[in-house]
């Protein structure tokens, strides 16, 4: 045997990341796609990578060195299991199986299960960067069992991207770590994406701005605190004029978001966990809400104001409006990756991983969609103090969110005034107020559960759990804890 990884599955990411591993040093890559043709495809293409073309499973296997180690780059769900299942019946104990798609994780935990029950090493991993990260430098998050990351570390390192010198790889921590970490980097991909639409949203209906205006502003923000890839791209989609029409392209593309559902995954275990990731749920719903057209015809049937008549704000106001729109960017960001660091935090305590969040920053600073100058301060943050409970309250973030605080405040009280949806901005402020509060309204929550359930509460001023007789003579009693 020749090879000492192979990868299954040669669409355009499988393909990319096979091609990706040629290129670097020590590395001869075996490659198996179930129809032949993609295989032949990339091998023609791609003398340079000196791949070894694999035409059945046994054929593979015998292609590969021991440990073998293989890379699985099919469609998450059925076709991951149906790979996973031929690779058991050809390979020895002892050989890793990775997953590299975009797996559901509590999938990978029962499939990493099933894998080592039957002696072998399964990885679920995380890879973010889309195709381009994929052929020139990912960023992956591994999980599973520490025996396959004495392999597979070498191997990673070799091929992720390089931020400050350091490879945007780390063993996030045991069976499904990997992917619960690239699900919560897709919720805060939702969250930034959707924070920037609405800025955009806000800037061009205040001030009547054109896209290529707008891409302007971007770019200049891209050289600032906001730098980062999303930002950067924003400023390309916005300038791309559409060659049929002679339009804006942003202007003629249908304004209704799709989504694969790792967002929306993100927001299930956000709940199952009991963790407010409320910016990125708001991202989630608003791309709902848009591809909701049946719904949202009616809208002309709905009073507010209407922002077609109005004035736009121009020259020194228009400029001002654009730097408060940029802290209110900034500060609600600051509210989103918080929030997903927290449900790092909360994932890793209920499944028992433990995973280095400062590690996790550093390795989203480069090849990740949500790369950005940013992640540094958070790898800041976690270094001073590795324990801590909410990341927005460590003093660089702190400062910027002084800094921004007003600006935050005015652009989410304009935004309602003028009837311009800013669902993820406005959220974002509400839980940043909502963390702040000496008392929050769930006291009478509590009351109010109290009163139709007995669902009992607890006082301010002494220990107990106590119950209202409120259908009787409204004294309070003494009762069982029943939450
Ligand atoms: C990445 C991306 C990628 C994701 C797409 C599409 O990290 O490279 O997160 O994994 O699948 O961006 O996501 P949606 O179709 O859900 O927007």
């Known amino acids: 045997p020749t090879a000492n990884i192979g990868v299954v599955g040669l669409a355009v990411m499988g393909s990319n990341l096979a091609r990706n591993l040629a290129s670097r040093e020590g590395n001869t890559v075996a490659v198996y796609n179930r129809s032949r043709s993609k295989t032949d495809e990339l091998v023609a293409e791609h003398p340079e990578a000196g791949f070894v073309p694999a035409f059945s499973y046994e054929e593979f296997a015998a292609s590969l ?98 931020a400050e010198g350091e490879p945007c790889v780390t063993h996030i921590g045991h069976d499904g770590a990997g992917h619960f970490v690239k699900m919560v980097h897709n919720g805060i991909e939702y969250a930034d994406m959707q924070l920037i639409a609405e800025a955009y949203d806000l800037i061009r209906r205040a001030t009547g701005a054109s896209p290529a205006e707008i891409a302007d502003v971007f770019a200049e923000w891209n050289t600032g605190e906001l730098e980062s890839y999303l930002i950067e791209i924003t400023a390309e989609v916005l300038r791309q ?50 591809s909701h057209p049946e719904q949202r015809s009616i809208s002309g049937a709905l009073p507010g104001p209407d922002d077609s008549t109005g004035e736009h704000l121009t020259g020194a106001d228009a400029d001002a409006f654009i730097e408060q729109v940029r802290l209110a960017l900034y500060a609600s960001k600051i509210v989103a990756y918080s929030q997903g660091f927290d449900e790092i935090r909360a994932g890793a305590a209920h499944y028992d991983w433990s995973i280095d969040l400062g590690a996790v920053s550093k390795i989203w600073r480069a090849g990740c969609i949500i790369r950005a100058q940013f992640l540094n301060r958070i790898a800041d943050a976690y270094e001073a ?43 974002s402020l509400a839980y940043y107020d909502g963390l702040r509060a000496r008392r929050l309204p769930a006291a009478l929550i509590q009351g109010q559960r109290d009163f139709f359930g007995a669902h009992t509460y607890k006082r301010i001023d002494k220990d107990g759990t106590f119950h209202t007789l409120w259908s009787g003579d409204r004294t309070e009693v003494e009762a069982e804890d029943t939450h």
């Open 65 to 162: 060195q021991k440990p073998r180690t293989a890379l699985i780059m099919v469609k998450a769900g059925g076709p991951t299991d149906a790979v996973i299942d031929e690779l058991m019946n050809v390979f020895e104990p002892g050989d890793i199986i990775i997953d590299g798609g975009n797996a559901l994780f509590t999938d990978t935990i029962r499939r990493e299960k099933a894998v080592r029950e039957r002696g072998f090493n399964f990885v679920g991993m995380g890879v973010s960067g889309g195709e381009e990260g994929a052929l020139l430098g990912p960023s992956l998050m591994p999980g599973g069992p520490d025996e396959a990351w004495v392999t597979l570390g070498p191997i990673l390192r070799s091929i992720a991207a390089v």
């Open 241 to 290: 004029v559409d060659a049929e029409t002679g339009t804006p392209l942003v202007d003629v593309i249908l304004d209704q978001a799709g989504a694969k559902g790792t967002g929306g995954w993100t927001v299930q275990t956000a709940i199952d966990l009991g963790v407010p990731v409320s910016g990125i749920a708001e991202a989630v719903f608003a791309r709902s809400l848009s």
């Open 385 to 427: 103090e590795p324990d801590l409970a909410v990341l927005l309250t460590a003093p660089y973030f702190v400062d910027a969110l002084t800094r921004a605080q007003d600006a935050w405040r005015n652009i989410v009280a304009l935004a309602a005034a003028a009837g311009i949806p800013a669902p993820a901005f406005s959220s």
